[in-house]
C-alpha cells in the first residue's frame, strides 16, 4: 500500500493456501477444482493440507514465519525500496500451534520465553533487515481488517507513506475443535457456492 495525491493504493499483493503458494496458483488451483481436503494421521477427522513451499522443511523458521517469508518472497520484486518499510502483522490464531507443541513437549515453562508474535516479526527482519517497525494485531477474523485500516490512518494523516500489512494463520488443532464443536466444519471437502455444501474448511494461509 501506498500513498499518492491523497489516495491509498494497493500496489501489490499475494496469498498462499493450499491452493497454491501464489496468486496465479492458487487461481489455476481453482479453476481445475483442485481439491486440498486430506485425512490426517495426527487428528480424529479431515483438513486442508498445507501447500509446500521453500521454506516449508527449514526448521529455523516456525510456520507462521515461513508463510509471511513466502509472500514478501512473492512480492518483493514489485517494492522499490524495503528500507524503512513499516510492517502490520494480523493473525487470528497465530501462535496457537506452536503453543500445542510446546504442552506436548513440556520442560520447564517455555512459552515465555518464545513469544510467537514477537517470534514472527523477529524472523522477518532477520531476513529483511532494512523493514521498519512491526505492528500485530490479533483480533480474530477482523485482524487483517484492522491492520489494513490502521495502516491507511497512518497514511492518510501523513505518519507514513507507505506500509507492508500481511495476514496468515496456521491450522491448529485447538482452532479446528472449536469449529467443528460448533458444526461448522466440512468433513468432506468444501463447496463453496453449492447446493451440497456441509461446512467450512480451514486451513495455513496468508
Known amino acids: 500500500m501506498k500513498m499518492q495525491n491523497n489516495r ?7 496469498m498462499i493456501s493450499s491452493l497454491g503458494c501464489n496468486a496465479e496458483e492458487t487461481r489455476l488451483s481453482l479453476q481445475s477444482g483442485k481439491q486440498t481436503f486430506v485425512k490426517d494421521i495426527s487428528m480424529d477427522f479431515p ?36 528500507q524503512n518499510l513499516p510492517v502490520f502483522l494480523a493473525s487470528s490464531t497465530g501462535g496457537i500451534r506452536e503453543t500445542e507443541l510446546a504442552y506436548n513437549n513440556l520442560n ?23 523493514l521498519n517497525q512491526t505492528m500485530t494485531f490479533s483480533t480474530a477474523c477482523s485482524s487483517a481488517g484492522h491492520g489494513i485500516y490502521h495502516a491507511f490512518n497512518l497514511m492518510k494523516a501523513g505518519v507514513i507513506s507507505k506500509a507492508l500489512v500481511i495476514g496468515y494463520d496456521v491450522l491448529s488443532w485447538t482452532t479446528n475443535v472449536g469449529f467443528d464443536s460448533l458444526k461448522l466444519v466440512s468433513h468432506t471437502g468444501t ?8 461446512g467450512i474448511s480451514l486451513g495455513d494461509g496468508g
Request: with cysteine; aromatic share 14%; net charge positive.
Open 8 to 14: 491509498v493504493y494497493v500496489t501489490s499483493y499475494s
Open 47 to 82: 483438513y486442508p493440507h498445507f501447500a509446500q513451499n521453500k521454506f516449508a522443511n527449514s526448521d529455523k523458521y516456525i510456520k507462521s514465519s515461513q508463510i509471511c517469508l513466502q509472500l514478501l518472497e512473492n512480492i518483493k520484486s514489485s517494492i522499490v525500496n524495503l
Open 108 to 130: 520447564g515453562y517455555p512459552l515465555f520465553d518464545r513469544h510467537f508474535y514477537n517470534t514472527v516479526s523477529r524472523d522477518i527482519k532477520s531476513v529483511y533487515p532494512n
Open 191 to 198: 463447496k463453496p457456492l453449492t447446493m451440497e455444501r456441509d
